[in-house]
């Protein structure tokens, strides 16, 4: 007897399954002389007509929540984010009122409660795992576990074993049987980072999870059923992978059923504040010292620096300027990299500088910020009677660093004591 072979849905939609169901009842009707393995496709079926079916429920739900909150008068970004709080969003941190960060939270907000795949995107360091965080925290798993995996830092060789685990004996050094991710992660979700760094093997295999709920342990022919809720996140543009042919067009629509993109934090400068006061509570914390004051120099970097490693670069910073500053943060106390991207200088005091053409932007912002720290240092030295030491520990300088920039602007602190 040859199974009957139901067709693969092009589309989620209900004609689509009645069609399935009627080929299925029709298959059901020689169930009796059915052998083992047909058997076993047909419960492979049972659970894909199953799975479609809680997918068209899903995206009728949501769509009934985003019409009904398109009927929802307009409400100011404070309104919407203190509607976010007042419905019980789990939030580990703090976030603004970026319109494009509020759209995200709501969409994700919409997304927690159901299991269908959500891909997240976004520049590196923008949250894109605390999103799958708040994603889980905010489902009916959170209290299952929830399991997340580099995909970029697993060697090609090896992905297979790490997500579905291995049978001892099924490659060398594989000692003893060996459970992978995705049973790590069974009941609660499992969040894919860089999942555009997946290889197209492991891609084939991860699309075949996705449809069947099914994993093999690498070596074994045994069949595990998992049940674990799908979060990937990428950096990359997967949509022009697929056209490319370097991402499987199916496993990105697979996965994108939800799809999110967190605005970088140059687009999010109304959180700045709230960040640098979270951060330097949690730096605080961890060293065991008292919150970092910030300079009014400082404070200005941070609302006009572009960061181009985002949130995760700027919680970098405060660590840093909490473990090397005194009392207070200032300018100094920045990473070089950071302090040179960015001139920290007013527009008056930008405009009072005549703009030389013939350099380079970057030789520009140097010169600027040379100047200011020059500015600086003179003032403070007059201030301090030439008292390098003083000025040294009142700034959270390292005084062998401040004699070192004092000589790159020529700057003598005998010359700013005054004569008795």
């Known amino acids: ?164 685990g291995h049978k001892k004996g099924a490659f060398t050094g594989a000692s003893s049987d060996r459970a992978g991710k995705f049973e790590s992660a069974n009941g609660g979700t499992i969040f894919l980072d860089e999942i555009g760094e997946l290889p197209l093997q492991g891609q084939v295999k991860l699309l075949r999870v996705l449809q069947s709920q099914e994993i093999q342990r690498v070596g074994s022919e045994q069949v595990i059923i998992i049940d674990a809720r799908i979060v990937a996140a990428t950096n990359k543009n997967l949509f022009e992978m697929a056209n490319a042919g370097t991402f499987r067009e199916d496993l990105f629509y697979r996965l994108s059923v939800i799809h999110v993109t967190l605005p970088p934090l140059r687009e999010r400068k109304d959180e700045i504040p709230l960040l640098l006061e979270f951060y330097c509570d949690e730096a605080a914390e961890r060293l065991n010292r008292s919150p970092v004051k910030i300079s009014k120099r400082l404070l200005n970097f941070f609302n006009t620096y572009h960061y181009p490693g985002n949130i995760r670069e700027l919680r970098n910073i405060i660590y840093r300027m909490s473990c090397l500053a005194d009392t207070t943060a200032d300018l100094e106390h920045l990473p070089t990299l950071a302090h040179n991207t960015n001139s920290n200088i007013s527009e008056e005091e930008a405009a009072s500088e005549p703009i030389n053409l013939e350099l380079t932007l970057t030789e520009y912002r140097r010169k600027i910020t040379d100047k200011a720290e020059k500015e600086y240092l003179q003032e403070a030295l007059t201030k301090n009677n030439g008292n390098a030491t003083e000025l040294a520990r009142k700034t959270g300088m390292n005084r062998s660093y401040l004699q070192l920039v004092l000589k790159k602007h020529n700057l003598h602190s005998l010359d700013f004591r005054k004569k008795k």
Do not use: Y
């Open 1 to 164: 007897m040859e199974i009957i072979k139901v067709s693969k849905l092009s589309t989620a939609s209900f004609a689509g399954l009645l069609e399935k169901i009627e080929l299925m009842r029709s298959t059901l009707r020689w169930a009796s002389q059915l052998d083992k393995q047909d058997i076993q496709k047909l419960l492979v079926q049972c659970s894909q007509l199953s799975n479609d079916v809680m997918l068209i429920s899903r995206k009728e739900r949501i769509k009934e929540n985003i019409e009904k909150s398109a009927k929802q008068p307009d409400l100011t970004a404070a309104q919407r984010k203190q509607g976010l709080l007042d419905r019980g969003l789990i939030f580990e941190g703090v976030f603004g009122e970026s319109r494009k960060l509020l759209e995200t939270m709501e969409i994700a907000e919409k997304a927690a409660p159901t299991d269908l795949p959500i891909l997240i995107d976004g520049e590196s360091g923008t949250g894109k795992e605390l999103m799958a965080k708040v994603i889980h925290n905010n489902s009916s798993r959170s209290e299952q576990p929830f399991i997340s995996v580099n995909c970029g830092a697993i060697p090609e060789n090896l992905i297979e074993s790490e997500l579905f």
